[in-house]
């Protein structure tokens, strides 16, 4: 279960790019007439009192548990008003090491997202996409290293000055101890 949680959270982050793409394809379409679709990208119906009251209970359970599992990442709120952890803490270090470990598993998830979006998405224009992938591809596998840094305190990011690099904020690495967490933070940091 947690395990189809974090794909669907890592193909929505590495999907963001091409979303935009699909979206801006979509807007040259002829026009519809209003009453045939619905041009919004979500449900008008909203939920029954009963429906609501069972997604708050189940999102309360899932946040009570979240605090005694020792793998539950921490809420970014409270990651805010933690201290900056130096780079040498145990809990940085290890944090990094986590990071490191998962890098490949991330860079070949990222890539075969890529692969399958532009095939489904049909975007095999050899002078457009196929290059752009080849570009895409290539930034992913170019990022072999993971920085643990105590000025990006609860973020992460890849700096255009060293695109081999993502560097970790030192409270994000000790805030982050499940594979799907970090997973995901390397997912988009590689997506962007």
């Known amino acids: 279960m947690a395990i189809t949680f974090a794909t669907s959270l890592f193909l929505i982050a590495v999907t963001a790019d091409f979303g935009v793409v699909a979206q801006k394809r979509q807007r040259r379409l002829p026009p519809v007439a209003q009453d045939d679709v619905s041009l919004t990208s979500h449900s008008r119906e909203s939920l029954s009192p009963e429906a609501r009251e069972m997604v708050d209970l189940a999102s309360a359970k899932v946040c009570r548990e979240r605090i005694s599992d020792p793998k539950g990442s921490v809420p970014i709120d409270d990651m805010q008003g933690r201290p900056s952890l130096a780079v040498r803490s145990p809990e940085a270090v290890a944090g990094a090491?986590?990071?490191?470990?998962?890098?490949?598993?991330?860079?070949?998830?990222?890539?075969?997202?890529?692969?399958?979006?532009?095939?489904?998405?049909?975007?095999?224009?050899?002078?457009?996409?196929?290059a752009r992938l080849r570009r895409a591809v290539a930034h992913v596998e170019a990022v072999r290293n993971i920085r643990p840094d105590v000025d990006s305190r609860d973020n992460a990011s890849v700096f255009l000055r060293n695109p081999h690099t993502i560097v970790f904020g030192?409270?994000?690495?000790?805030?982050?101890?499940?594979?799907?967490?970090i997973n995901s933070v390397l997912a988009h940091e590689l997506d962007t």
């Open 97 to 130: 090491q986590h990071a490191q470990r998962l890098l490949p598993t991330a860079k070949s998830l990222v890539i075969v997202s890529l692969k399958k979006l532009v095939k489904d998405y049909g975007f095999g224009n050899p002078k457009t996409y196929d």
């Open 170 to 181: 030192t409270i994000f690495l000790a805030g982050l101890p499940s594979d799907e967490g």
